[in-house]
Nanobody
Framework: QVQVVESGGGLVQAGGSLRLSCTASGRTFSSVAMGWFRQAPGKEREFVGAISWGGVTTYYADSVKGRFTISRDNAKNTVWLQMNSLRPEDTAVYYC?????????????????WGQGTQVTVSS
């Protein structure tokens, strides 16, 4: 069983930055891809970004490309989501998820284990 825990959310003004952290328990962390998703009030959960098991490949949603960066440190069982130039439309609960395989994927169904989410609120 893998436990995923996010942290680092909060309130920030538009144009500001936040860095979310995600730690995952278990020996398999270094061999699986990790993803970030978000869900705004009244909207469906959407893909934000993903990183492959070794950190070589990353994918981003068009809405965050160039502003958000995913990285990971397998020695620390941690993945980060650096969010810059934040906009009010980035306001959402952000979820970290561990996948079933090594390659970064955009589909939520590819991910087996999910964290409880962390709230990010961007004020205008």
């Amino acid at each position: 069983q893998v436990q995923v825990v996010e942290s680092g959310g909060g309130l920030v003004q538009a144009g500001g930055s936040l860095r979310l952290s995600c730690t995952a328990s278990g020996r398999t962390f270094s061999s699986v891809a990790m993803g970030w998703f978000r869900q705004a009030p009244g909207k469906e959960r959407e893909f934000v970004g993903a990183i492959s098991w070794g950190g070589v490949t990353t994918y981003y949603a068009d809405s965050v490309k160039g502003r958000f960066t995913i990285s990971r440190d397998n020695a620390k069982n941690t993945v980060w989501l650096q969010m810059n130039s934040l906009r009010p439309e980035d306001t959402a609960v952000y979820y970290c998820a561990a996948s079933r395989g090594r390659q970064a994927q955009r589909l939520a169904s590819y991910y087996n284990y999910w964290g409880q989410g962390t709230q990010v609120t961007v004020s205008s």
